[in-house]
């Protein structure tokens, strides 16, 4: 039974830190390309960053530099570390895993499956 599970979203200021997690079951994360995505009201969702089975790490030019996407293979986890979040990064975010080296980048079709998502809020 494949599964994905997002924690770690909540309310901060400007400037403050949330580490978004995502544990995965049913299959081995590490052999995907799994990726962050987020959705804001009244937006397409949009590409945040991905890493591929060989730990290359892509990620969308708003969020470089204070956005760092990593996963435990032990623990079949993918986190996201968000560092200076702005007002504009509030949205729900997912997690999302799909098959391949992230060769198709952060477009959300070449993605399979995904989570329910965790509501991240910045002011």
């Known amino acids: 039974h494949v599964q994905l599970v997002e924690s770690g979203g909540g309310s901060v200021q400007a400037g403050g830190s949330l580490r978004l997690s995502c544990a995965v079951s049913?299959?081995?994360?590490?052999?995907?390309?799994m990726g962050w995505f987020r959705q804001a009201p009244g937006k397409e969702r949009e590409g945040v960053a991905a890493?591929?089975?060989?730990?290359?790490?892509i990620s969308t030019g708003s969020v470089r530099g204070r956005f760092t996407i990593s996963q435990d293979n032990a623990k079949n986890t993918l986190y996201l570390q968000m560092n200076n979040l702005q007002p504009e990064d509030t949205a729900m975010y997912y997690c999302?895993?799909?098959?391949?080296?992230?060769?198709?980048?952060?477009?959300?079709?070449?993605?399979?499956?995904w989570g329910q998502g965790t509501q991240v809020t910045v002011s």
């Open positions: 999302a895993a799909g098959g391949g080296y992230c060769s198709g980048g952060l477009v959300a079709r070449q993605f399979v499956y």
């Open positions: 890493i591929s089975p060989a730990g290359n790490t």
């Open positions: 049913g299959f081995t994360s590490s052999r995907y390309c």
